[in-house]
């Protein structure tokens, strides 16, 4: 049976005897010094004001609003703990062979753990006692909490479905650049624009894990050299990350959010479906957003009827459709969609390839 304490026993009475009871008694539990910094750490976490009774008589006199907040941070640890597990699974296996690679990612990544940890025992043991700083933590906390909660409900939606409206999509209408889309399923799309894409965008499209790091290494050595330009190196996969959950605007939050939805989306999603939301999703001339619009508003035909040059002309406009027209056709289309067409035959004869593209 469990032995019950005075509530009153002082934390300096007890001794190291008292450990072989730990377990044994609750309310030895709750008292004991290093244990209750523990608990008050996770309740500082959580951000709930934890009485002494414990967790259990806190949830029944808890109001709703509370229960709610607990029952959310329950299921985000929950998930939370599943993707890290799902991805050392995943990414472990290939980390010896691919330490060189993948050493920026982990450096970086690494870093961010470390600060987040750093905010985190900062808010905990120092910042948590001014009232103002922990109502801010509060809804900061469920603010994220909701966020994380909601990109897991829109990757699993997006895998189904194509985004009914993307911030992209907004700015274009805000922009005064109107909105023309028609989504098409993936057996509708001709063949010739999903080879073309690749051929333009993502060679490796097939065979890497959502970043060309190669691509990314040479396009860093760039833009040091030439500090007025800058030279992208973004998969197809990140470029789906940032059309389908962000924004346009390139800054450090953006990229890092990037980076984070690839992960998700080459996790979860297959090779098919990232092809399909992005040949559906990237624009591809001023307000003009699908391959679909595209065909009909530049040759006045169905996406599925796209013959080889139509689809390396639509492919040539995708690093800047604003600026890149195909009607008038600029001169960087005239000169880039040749090329195009030839980098679609040198790809085509791939296995991988041929499977994607069917």
Same mark, same amino acid.
């Given at each position: 049976?469990?032995? #019950?304490?005075?509530?009153?026993?002082?934390?300096?009475?007890?001794?190291?005897?008292?450990?072989?009871?730990?377990?044994?008694?609750?309310?030895?539990?709750?008292?004991?010094?290093?244990?209750?910094?523990? #608990?008050?750490?996770?309740?500082?976490?959580?951000?709930?004001?934890?009485?002494?009774?414990?967790?259990?008589?806190?949830?029944?006199?808890?109001?709703?609003?509370?229960?709610?907040?607990?029952?959310?941070?329950?299921?985000?640890? $929950?998930?939370?703990?599943?993707?890290?597990?799902? %991805?050392?699974?995943?990414?472990?296996?290939?980390?010896?062979?691919?330490?060189?690679?993948? /050493?920026?990612?982990?450096?970086? $990544?690494?870093?961010?753990?470390?600060?987040?940890?750093?905010?985190?025992?900062?808010?905990?043991?120092?910042? !948590? *006692?001014?009232?103002?700083?922990?109502?801010?933590?509060?809804?900061?906390?469920? @603010?994220?909490?909701?966020?994380?909660?909601?990109?897991?409900?829109? @990757?699993?939606?997006?895998?189904?479905?194509?985004?009914?409206?993307? %911030?992209?999509?907004?700015?274009?209408?805000?922009?005064?650049?109107?909105?023309?889309? =028609?989504?098409? !399923?993936?057996?509708? +799309?001709?063949?010739?624009?999903?080879?073309? @894409?690749?051929?333009?965008?993502?060679?490796?499209?097939?065979?890497?894990?959502?970043?060309?790091?190669?691509?990314?290494?040479?396009?860093?050595?760039?833009?040091?050299?030439?500090?007025? *330009?800058?030279?992208?190196?973004?998969?197809?996969? /990140? /470029?789906?990350?940032?059309?389908?959950?962000?924004?346009?605007?390139?800054? %450090? +939050?953006? *990229? $890092?959010?990037?980076?984070?939805?690839?992960?998700?989306?080459?996790?979860?999603?297959?090779?098919?479906?990232?092809?399909?939301?992005?040949?559906?999703?990237?624009?591809?001339?001023? $307000?003009?957003?699908?391959?679909?619009?595209?065909? *009909?508003?530049?040759?006045?035909?169905?996406?599925?009827?796209?013959?080889? !040059?139509?689809?390396?002309?639509?492919?040539?406009?995708?690093?800047?459709?604003?600026?890149?027209?195909?009607?008038?056709?600029?001169?960087?289309? #005239?000169?880039?969609?040749?090329?195009?067409?030839? /980098?679609?035959?040198?790809?085509?004869?791939?296995? =991988?390839?041929? @499977?994607?593209?069917?």
């Amino acid at each position: 049976m469990i032995v #019950r304490l005075n509530s009153q026993i002082k934390r300096t009475e007890i001794n190291n005897n008292l450990l072989k009871l730990l377990f044994r008694d609750y309310q030895l539990w709750l008292n004991f010094s290093l244990v209750l910094k523990i #608990r008050r750490l996770f309740c500082k976490i959580a951000l709930i004001n934890m009485p002494i009774p414990g967790i259990r008589q806190y949830i029944l006199k808890a109001s709703r609003s509370n229960v709610f907040w607990i029952r959310a941070a329950m299921v985000g640890g $929950g998930l939370l703990l599943f993707q890290l597990v799902y %991805f050392l699974y995943l990414y472990i296996p290939e980390l010896k062979d691919r330490w060189v690679d993948l /050493q920026p990612l982990i450096k970086y $990544g690494a870093i961010l753990i470390v600060l987040i940890a750093m905010v985190i025992l900062a808010y905990v043991f120092y910042f !948590s *006692k001014f009232p103002s700083l922990r109502k801010f933590s509060i809804y900061t906390f469920r @603010v994220v909490l909701s966020l994380y909660l909601m990109q897991w409900v829109f @990757v699993i939606l997006y895998w189904f479905i194509n985004p009914p409206l993307t %911030f992209t999509q907004l700015g274009s209408l805000f922009s005064g650049y109107g909105l023309k889309r =028609d989504y098409v !399923s993936y057996s509708e +799309i001709s063949p010739s624009i999903k080879l073309a @894409v690749m051929a333009s965008e993502d060679q490796l499209f097939p065979d890497h894990d959502g970043f060309d790091i190669k691509a990314i290494k040479l396009a860093l050595k760039y833009n040091k050299r030439k500090h007025k *330009k800058t030279k992208g190196a973004s998969t197809i996969s /990140q /470029q789906v990350a940032k059309n389908l959950f962000l924004w346009q605007k390139r800054n %450090f +939050i953006r *990229k $890092g959010l990037e980076v984070y939805f690839t992960f998700m989306i080459e996790t979860f999603w297959n090779k098919k479906v990232i092809l399909s939301r992005y040949l559906n999703a990237v624009e591809m001339g001023p $307000g003009i957003f699908g391959v679909e619009a595209a065909a *009909k508003s530049y040759f006045n035909k169905s996406a599925k009827d796209l013959d080889r !040059s139509e689809a390396a002309m639509i492919a040539a406009c995708l690093p800047n459709p604003k600026k890149y027209t195909i009607k008038p056709m600029s001169p960087y289309i #005239r000169a880039r969609y040749d090329d195009i067409l030839v /980098q679609m035959n040198n790809i085509e004869p791939d296995e =991988d390839v041929l @499977v994607l593209i069917k």
